[in-house]
């Protein structure tokens, strides 16, 4: 990747983490804390599911590192207004793609592709992860009060 592409995907996640999208909350939707002890990123993920499933409205509020952030202002943006189906689907991509076991990222990631350089960087990877580990635990869980860690359970 040249020095021109780096500086304009640090450029995108900067602007994410400091004038994140989809920031606030949902009344009365399903709420995942997520927490990522090894850096110190917390977020507050609201989903509200339609009847059909989908997934109609979603919010975040948090704090922690750019990428935590960087990658929770992209995710909400992504699965706002998906179908059940295709929001697993992204977060599978997604996942995927920062752990390196996808090299060609789908197109339908956008901007979340710019991620990808954390794949070198383990610990960075459960920054990036933290939002969508809260989404998968509202998905699966579908209850208030919930909460996901990305440290591994003992
Ligand atoms: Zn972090």
Redesign the pocket.
């Known amino acids: 990747m040249n020095t021109d592409l780096e500086e304009l995907y640090q450029a995108v996640i900067l602007d994410h983490s400091r004038r994140p999208r989809n920031f606030g909350e949902i009344p009365g939707a399903i709420r995942v804390h997520g927490d ?1 002890p090894s ?3 917390e977020i507050d993920l609201d989903v509200k599911f339609g009847a059909d499933g989908a997934v109609e409205d979603i919010k975040f509020k948090g704090q ?2 750019a ?2 952030q960087a990658s929770a202002s992209l995710m909400t943006g992504k699965l706002k207004g998906r179908s059940r189906a295709d929001a697993g689907e992204m977060m599978r991509a997604f996942h995927d793609l920062v752990t390196g076991i996808e090299t060609d990222a789908p197109r339908e990631l956008g901007d979340l592709r710019l991620l990808q350089g954390v794949r070198k960087f383990p610990q ?1 990877v ?2 990036a992860m ?1 939002a969508w580990r809260a989404f998968e635990q509202a998905m699966e869980n579908g209850e208030s009060g919930a909460s996901v860690s990305t440290e591994e359970p003992k």
Do not use: A, M, T
Request: aromatic share 0%.
């Open positions: 990522n850096c110190g990123d922690g590192c990428i935590s960075r459960k920054c933290l």
